[in-house]
């Protein structure tokens, strides 16, 4: 059974505006520096998350983050495990993310991403309307939307070629089969 660590209250915004709900992995954060440690058995799932702190920021994801803070209460969602919540934040801060509470995977929670992510997102949504989740992960995508959430599937991470065919394999198994990210 996953530890049961606290997460951030599911409460309504106090400006009364609707979630977006915003990724970090693939997102935000380029992890492509990191992905060696899991790309051959056995995976190095510590080292992997060990090196977080030092993702570069995707301009492109902080663009589209800073522009939904805008309208809406930026809430984050990431497949990190919870361990990694100092790391996320002080990452979000030195790069200048709009604020709002960061939702984490529970430590020692395995099930898929789209799993775990639609769950928070239903709840979330029993507090205030969401107004969009934007996510990397066609799976976590197709999830969210089939569960009738606006979505916006960020692809800046695999246009310009920077994930190739076996990065993209790899951060699926990690996230639907292995349930680590």
């Not at 799932?45 to 522009?67: K, M, N, S």
């Not at 990065?167 to 680590?180: I, S, V, Y």
Request: net charge positive; glycine share 8%; aromatic share 6%.
């Amino acid at each position: 059974m996953p530890d049961q660590q606290p997460t951030p209250p599911d409460v309504a915004p106090a400006s009364g505006r609707a979630y977006a709900v915003v990724d970090i992995d693939g997102v935000l954060a380029d992890v492509r520096h990191r992905l060696r440690h899991v790309e051959r058995r056995p995976k190095d799932w510590d080292a992997f998350f060990a090196a977080a702190a030092g993702d570069p920021p995707f301009a492109e994801g902080l663009a589209v983050a800073r522009r939904l803070a805008s309208e809406h209460e930026v809430v984050y969602l990431s497949g990190r495990p919870e361990r990694l919540r100092h790391t996320t934040e002080r990452w979000l801060a030195r790069h200048d993310a709009p604020s709002g509470p960061l939702h984490l995977r529970r430590d020692g929670d395995r099930r898929p991403a789209r799993q775990v992510k639609l769950g928070v997102v239903r709840r979330l949504a029993a507090a205030a309307p969401v107004a969009v989740v934007v996510d990397d992960d066609p799976e976590v995508c197709a999830a969210v939307k089939a569960a009738g959430f606006a979505v916006f599937q960020a692809s800046w991470a695999f246009v310009d070629g920077t994930y190739g065919n076996s990065a993209k394999r790899t951060l699926r198994e990690g996230q639907e089969g292995d349930g680590r990210t």
